[in-house]
């Protein structure tokens, strides 16, 4: 109590206020989540264009488009492919 006591009465004490840390830049591969991906298609009207009438992943495809074509978008081809 006598060290607090002492401090307090020197003027207090002032902590350093700690810097806040830079964010990590972003990899290389984050500029491949944006943009195109894969749709998988399994009905509405993109299916007979696209895919002949069978379920089908169309590469290159927009998520908007995708969702608007009643498709399931996917940033890889290999999950597009395991829900088609």
């Known amino acids: 109590m006598t ?3 002492a401090i ?3 003027g207090g004490c002032e902590l350093p206020m ?3 840390p830079e964010a990590p830049e972003a990899p290389e591969e984050a500029g491949a989540l944006k943009g195109k991906g894969n749709c998988c298609l399994r009905s509405g009207k993109l299916l007979e264009t696209k895919c002949g009438g ?5 590469e290159g495809s927009d998520e908007k ?3 608007g074509a ?3 978008w996917f940033f890889s081809a ?3 492919a395991g829900a088609c």
């Not at 069978?54 to 169309?58: K, L, Q, T, Y």
């Open 3 to 5: 060290f607090f006591a």
């Open 8 to 10: 307090v009465a020197a």
């Open 18 to 20: 700690p810097e806040a």
């Open 54 to 58: 069978a379920p089908c992943c169309a």
């Open 65 to 67: 488009a995708c969702q």
């Open 70 to 72: 009643k498709g399931y």
């Open 78 to 80: 290999e999950g597009c």
